[in-house]
C-alpha cells in the first residue's frame, strides 16, 4: 500500500479520533498558562490597526470610510491554509470559488468567473491582473504566508487610487519587511490531497538593514469530476525570492523578488487532439524609495518588471511583459491631507495560439499612464471629506476619468458612519478587442474592435463601531448602476459589444467578538441581487452564463479557541447559497484547524477541510465540474 493509499484510509477511518486523542493527551501534558498572542491583536488593536489600501497612506482602520476587512498573520496560522485563495476564504463577503486543482473564480459584488476582471489584486503594490484578460491567473501567485503581514481586502471601487479594474474591489497582500522575519523557518505539509515544504533565512544588512531569503515547492493531486472521472489537472510549482530593507536617516528602500515555475500533468488526447500540459513561469523584481519629512510630508517611488510566461496548447500560450514605475506625494496642509501622484505602465506581450483560441494581432504593445489627486479634510468636528480624480489613458479607449467623494462621521471614538460615491471602469483587455474562438475563418466568437470601458457608478452607504472592549463590527450596503458591460451578439460569428446595462446591490456584515481572552468568534456574509438587461434595441446576449452566476447570499461563522496552554482549536463553517445559472447546489463546509505548540521553535497542527461532507461542488459547467473531497494534511512548523 502506497503513502496516498494509507493517506486516504486515515481520513476514511481515523482522522477524527485522531484529533480527539491529540486534544486529550494534550490537555494533560500541558499547564494551564495562556500564550497572549493567539491573536496577536485585541478588539480595540484590531480597530487601531493601520491599513494603506484605502487612502494609500498609513491610517487607522477604524477611520477608513470603506467596506473593509484585513486577514491578519495569525487569521492565516489559525486557519491552516496553505494557498493564497484558501486565505481569501476567511473574508466573509469574498467569492471564492474552486474550480479544480489549481483554478479559482474570485470576485466579490458579483460577476465572479474563471476569468473574473472586475476585482484587482495586489502583492506589495504590484499589480497582478493580466493584461490578457484583466483577470489574476491563480496558479501564478503565491507567497510564503507566514511573512504575510496582513491582507487589506476592500469592497467596492478603488479607481481613484488604484486605477482601472479597481471597480467591485481592491485585494491589497502585504508581506512584513526583512527585520519580522529574522532567523531560520521551515514547514512542511503533508495529506491526501496535496503536499508542500517551504523555508526561509533572514539577517542583517550592517547596521541599518536586513534581508530575507526563500524557497518553497508544492505537489497537489488531481480533483475529481462529478462523475468520477480524473480531469488530469495535478499540479506542482516551485518558487524562491527575497526581500531586503535598509534605511539611510529619513530615507528607506526595498528590494524584492521573486521567480516560480509551475506545470500540471498531461492531460492526454481527446479524439486523437493532444491537449499536453499547462505550464507556468514568471520573474518579478520590485523596488521602492520612501522619504519623510519633519513637517509630516512624505515621498515614495516605486517601480517593478513582471515577466510571465504560460503554455495552455487548449487556449493561449501569453508571453508577457511589464514595466510599472509610480510615485506619489503626501503633503499635511492645516486640516487637510492631500496626496497627488501619478504613473506609467508598459506592456508588451506575445501569445501563441491554442486549440480552440487565437490573438490577432499575436503581438502587441500597450502603454498606461496616470495622474491622480486626492484630498481628506475635515468640514466640521468628527466629519470629514474626502475629494479625488484620477486620469488614465490607455491604449484602447483614451482618457479616462475616475472621480471619488467620501464623506465620514466619527460620532465617537469607537464609530464611524460612511458613505461614497465612485465612478469606476474596467478598461478593454487583449482578449475584448483580439480574441478569435477558434482561429479564422472558422471564428465563433470574435473580439470587438469597438469594444469599449465597462462603467459603474458605484453608491455606498456603511457603519463600523465597537461596543465594549469585546465586539467590533461593520455594515455597508451599496448599488453599482452599470452601463457597456461585456456581450456578445446573437449572431455567429459572436462579436464581443458592450450592450448590457443594470443594477447591482446588496449587503455586507461582519463582526468579531471576544468571548474571553483565549475564545474569539467571528461572523459574516454577503447578500447578493441584480438587475441585468439587454439594451434596447439590441439582439445581446450573455447575461445568465457570464454575468449574472452568483450565489445570492453566503454566511461565515468562525471560532478560535485557545482550548488549553499552547493549543488551538480553530472551526469555520461556511455556506455558499447555489449559483443562479449553474447546476451547482448550495453547499456548507466546516474547516478545522487542531494547533500544539510544543515549544517556542516546533509546532504542529492537523488540518481539516470539508469536515462534515464527503464532497461538494463549487463552480463549473455541467459537463466538467468538479468536486472537493474532504481533505486532511498534518503539518510541522520550526523557527530559530
Given at each position: 500500500m502506497n503513502a496516498h493509499s494509507i493517506t486516504q484510509r486515515f481520513v476514511r477511518n481515523g482522522g477524527i479520533l485522531f484529533i480527539t486523542y491529540i486534544s486529550c493527551f494534550v490537555c494533560a501534558a500541558q499547564s494551564a498558562n495562556k500564550n497572549p498572542d493567539v491573536f496577536s491583536l485585541s478588539i480595540e488593536e484590531l480597530m487601531n490597526a493601520k491599513v494603506i489600501s484605502v487612502s494609500k497612506q498609513n491610517q487607522n482602520l477604524s477611520d477608513a470610510a470603506a467596506s473593509i476587512y484585513v486577514i491578519t498573520q495569525n487569521d492565516i496560522r489559525n486557519s491552516g491554509a496553505t494557498t493564497i485563495p484558501e486565505v481569501l476564504r476567511l473574508a466573509p463577503h469574498l467569492q471564492v470559488a474552486r474550480i479544480n486543482s489549481s483554478q479559482y473564480a474570485i470576485s466579490v459584488r458579483g460577476f465572479n468567473s474563471a476569468a473574473s476582471n472586475k476585482l484587482l489584486v495586489l502583492i506589495d503594490?504590484?499589480?497582478?491582473?493580466?493584461?490578457?484578460?484583466?483577470?489574476?491567473?491563480?496558479?501564478?501567485?503565491?507567497?510564503?504566508?507566514?511573512?504575510?503581514?496582513?491582507?487589506?481586502?476592500?469592497?467596492?471601487?478603488?479607481?481613484?487610487?488604484?486605477?482601472?479594474?479597481?471597480?467591485?474591489?481592491?485585494?491589497?497582500?502585504?508581506?512584513?519587511?526583512?527585520?519580522?522575519?529574522?532567523g531560520w523557518f521551515a514547514a512542511t505539509h503533508a495529506g491526501n490531497?496535496?503536499?508542500?515544504?517551504?523555508?526561509?533565512?533572514?539577517?542583517?544588512?550592517?547596521n541599518t538593514g536586513h534581508f530575507k531569503i526563500y524557497g518553497k515547492a508544492r505537489d497537489t493531486d488531481s480533483s475529481v469530476r462529478f462523475n468520477g472521472a480524473d480531469p488530469h489537472d495535478a499540479f506542482r510549482n516551485i518558487q524562491a525570492g527575497f526581500r531586503a530593507d535598509w534605511s539611510l536617516g529619513d530615507d528607506s528602500f526595498t528590494l524584492?523578488?521573486?521567480?516560480?515555475?509551475?506545470?500540471?500533468?498531461?492531460?492526454?488526447?481527446?479524439?486523437?487532439?493532444h491537449l499536453g500540459k499547462i505550464s507556468v513561469s514568471g520573474t518579478n523584481l520590485l523596488t521602492r524609495w520612501q522619504r519623510r519629512y519633519d513637517d509630516?510630508?512624505?515621498?515614495?517611488?516605486?517601480?517593478?518588471?513582471?515577466?510571465?510566461?504560460?503554455?495552455?496548447?487548449?487556449l493561449f500560450q501569453p508571453q508577457a511583459d511589464i514595466f510599472d514605475i509610480e510615485f506619489q506625494h503626501g503633503i499635511p496642509l492645516?486640516?487637510?491631507?492631500?496626496?497627488?501622484?501619478?504613473?506609467?505602465?508598459?506592456?508588451?506581450?506575445?501569445?501563441?495560439?491554442?486549440?480552440?483560441?487565437?490573438?490577432?494581432?499575436?503581438?502587441?504593445?500597450?502603454?498606461?499612464?496616470?495622474?491622480?489627486?486626492?484630498?481628506?479634510?475635515?468640514?466640521?468636528?468628527?466629519?470629514?471629506?474626502?475629494?479625488?480624480?484620477?486620469?488614465?489613458?490607455?491604449?484602447?479607449?483614451?482618457?479616462?476619468?475616475?472621480?471619488?467623494?467620501?464623506?465620514?462621521?466619527?460620532?465617537?471614538?469607537?464609530?464611524?458612519?460612511?458613505?461614497?460615491?465612485?465612478?469606476?471602469?474596467?478598461?478593454p483587455s487583449r482578449y475584448d478587442r483580439d480574441v478569435y474562438f477558434p482561429a479564422p475563418p472558422n471564428s465563433v466568437v470574435v473580439g470587438g474592435p469597438n469594444f469599449e470601458s465597462e462603467v459603474a457608478n458605484?453608491?455606498?452607504?456603511?457603519?463600523?463601531?465597537?461596543?465594549?472592549d469585546s465586539l467590533v463590527y461593520s455594515a455597508t450596503t451599496y448599488y453599482h448602476d452599470w452601463d457597456e458591460l461585456r456581450s456578445g451578439t446573437a449572431t455567429l460569428p459572436l462579436e464581443l459589444e458592450n450592450n448590457i446595462e443594470g443594477k447591482v446591490y446588496g449587503v455586507e456584515l461582519w463582526a468579531s467578538y471576544e468571548i474571553i481572552p483565549e475564545w474569539r468568534v467571528s461572523t459574516g456574509g454577503a447578500r447578493f441581487n441584480n438587475k441585468l438587461r439587454i439594451k434596447p434595441g439590441s439582439n445581446a446576449v450573455g447575461i445568465n452564463d457570464i454575468l449574472a452566476n452568483d450565489p445570492k447570499y453566503q454566511i461565515q461563522l468562525r471560532s478560535s479557541w485557545q482550548m488549553f496552554s499552547k493549543t488551538l482549536l480553530d472551526i469555520n463553517l461556511r455556506h455558499v447559497a447555489k449559483l443562479s445559472h449553474q447546476p451547482i447546489p448550495s453547499y456548507t463546509a466546516v474547516d478545522v484547524n487542531y494547533i500544539w505548540q510544543v515549544d517556542k521553535q516546533l509546532e504542529l497542527s492537523v488540518t481539516v477541510q470539508n469536515l462534515t461532507d464527503n464532497s461538494?461542488?463549487?463552480?463549473?459547467?455541467?459537463?466538467?465540474?468538479?468536486?472537493?473531497?474532504r481533505m486532511i494534511w498534518m503539518a510541522v512548523t520550526w523557527k530559530h
Amino acid at each position: 500500500m502506497n503513502a496516498h493509499s494509507i493517506t486516504q484510509r486515515f481520513v476514511r477511518n481515523g482522522g477524527i479520533l485522531f484529533i480527539t486523542y491529540i486534544s486529550c493527551f494534550v490537555c494533560a501534558a500541558q499547564s494551564a498558562n495562556k500564550n497572549p498572542d493567539v491573536f496577536s491583536l485585541s478588539i480595540e488593536e484590531l480597530m487601531n490597526a493601520k491599513v494603506i489600501s484605502v487612502s494609500k497612506q498609513n491610517q487607522n482602520l477604524s477611520d477608513a470610510a470603506a467596506s473593509i476587512y484585513v486577514i491578519t498573520q495569525n487569521d492565516i496560522r489559525n486557519s491552516g491554509a496553505t494557498t493564497i485563495p484558501e486565505v481569501l476564504r476567511l473574508a466573509p463577503h469574498l467569492q471564492v470559488a474552486r474550480i479544480n486543482s489549481s483554478q479559482y473564480a474570485i470576485s466579490v459584488r458579483g460577476f465572479n468567473s474563471a476569468a473574473s476582471n472586475k476585482l484587482l489584486v495586489l502583492i506589495d503594490g504590484r499589480t497582478i491582473y493580466s493584461p490578457l484578460f484583466s483577470g489574476v491567473f491563480w496558479d501564478q501567485q503565491d507567497v510564503m504566508l507566514e511573512d504575510v503581514d496582513r491582507i487589506e481586502v476592500i469592497s467596492g471601487p478603488g479607481g481613484t487610487l488604484w486605477g482601472s479594474n479597481a471597480v467591485n474591489g481592491v485585494i491589497n497582500i502585504v508581506t512584513r519587511r526583512a527585520a519580522d522575519s529574522s532567523g531560520w523557518f521551515a514547514a512542511t505539509h503533508a495529506g491526501n490531497f496535496d503536499r508542500g515544504i517551504q523555508a526561509r533565512y533572514g539577517g542583517s544588512l550592517g547596521n541599518t538593514g536586513h534581508f530575507k531569503i526563500y524557497g518553497k515547492a508544492r505537489d497537489t493531486d488531481s480533483s475529481v469530476r462529478f462523475n468520477g472521472a480524473d480531469p488530469h489537472d495535478a499540479f506542482r510549482n516551485i518558487q524562491a525570492g527575497f526581500r531586503a530593507d535598509w534605511s539611510l536617516g529619513d530615507d528607506s528602500f526595498t528590494l524584492q523578488g521573486d521567480s516560480y515555475d509551475g506545470e500540471a500533468e498531461d492531460r492526454g488526447s481527446i479524439q486523437g487532439i493532444h491537449l499536453g500540459k499547462i505550464s507556468v513561469s514568471g520573474t518579478n523584481l520590485l523596488t521602492r524609495w520612501q522619504r519623510r519629512y519633519d513637517d509630516g510630508s512624505n515621498l515614495q517611488l516605486q517601480a517593478y518588471w513582471d515577466y510571465t510566461k504560460r503554455q495552455d496548447a487548449v487556449l493561449f500560450q501569453p508571453q508577457a511583459d511589464i514595466f510599472d514605475i509610480e510615485f506619489q506625494h503626501g503633503i499635511p496642509l492645516n486640516k487637510h491631507r492631500l496626496l497627488w501622484g501619478g504613473g506609467y505602465r508598459h506592456g508588451r506581450d506575445d501569445v501563441a495560439s491554442g486549440l480552440f483560441s487565437t490573438f490577432v494581432p499575436d503581438s502587441r504593445t500597450l502603454e498606461w499612464a496616470n495622474l491622480f489627486i486626492q484630498d481628506e479634510f475635515e468640514i466640521a468636528h468628527r466629519v470629514k471629506a474626502t475629494l479625488g480624480m484620477k486620469l488614465e489613458h490607455n491604449d484602447y479607449t483614451g482618457l479616462e476619468y475616475l472621480p471619488t467623494a467620501r464623506l465620514a462621521w466619527s460620532h465617537s471614538e469607537q464609530s464611524l458612519l460612511w458613505s461614497a460615491i465612485s465612478r469606476a471602469i474596467r478598461a478593454p483587455s487583449r482578449y475584448d478587442r483580439d480574441v478569435y474562438f477558434p482561429a479564422p475563418p472558422n471564428s465563433v466568437v470574435v473580439g470587438g474592435p469597438n469594444f469599449e470601458s465597462e462603467v459603474a457608478n458605484v453608491f455606498e452607504l456603511g457603519y463600523r463601531g465597537q461596543l465594549w472592549d469585546s465586539l467590533v463590527y461593520s455594515a455597508t450596503t451599496y448599488y453599482h448602476d452599470w452601463d457597456e458591460l461585456r456581450s456578445g451578439t446573437a449572431t455567429l460569428p459572436l462579436e464581443l459589444e458592450n450592450n448590457i446595462e443594470g443594477k447591482v446591490y446588496g449587503v455586507e456584515l461582519w463582526a468579531s467578538y471576544e468571548i474571553i481572552p483565549e475564545w474569539r468568534v467571528s461572523t459574516g456574509g454577503a447578500r447578493f441581487n441584480n438587475k441585468l438587461r439587454i439594451k434596447p434595441g439590441s439582439n445581446a446576449v450573455g447575461i445568465n452564463d457570464i454575468l449574472a452566476n452568483d450565489p445570492k447570499y453566503q454566511i461565515q461563522l468562525r471560532s478560535s479557541w485557545q482550548m488549553f496552554s499552547k493549543t488551538l482549536l480553530d472551526i469555520n463553517l461556511r455556506h455558499v447559497a447555489k449559483l443562479s445559472h449553474q447546476p451547482i447546489p448550495s453547499y456548507t463546509a466546516v474547516d478545522v484547524n487542531y494547533i500544539w505548540q510544543v515549544d517556542k521553535q516546533l509546532e504542529l497542527s492537523v488540518t481539516v477541510q470539508n469536515l462534515t461532507d464527503n464532497s461538494h461542488q463549487e463552480f463549473g459547467r455541467a459537463v466538467s465540474v468538479n468536486e472537493f473531497q474532504r481533505m486532511i494534511w498534518m503539518a510541522v512548523t520550526w523557527k530559530h
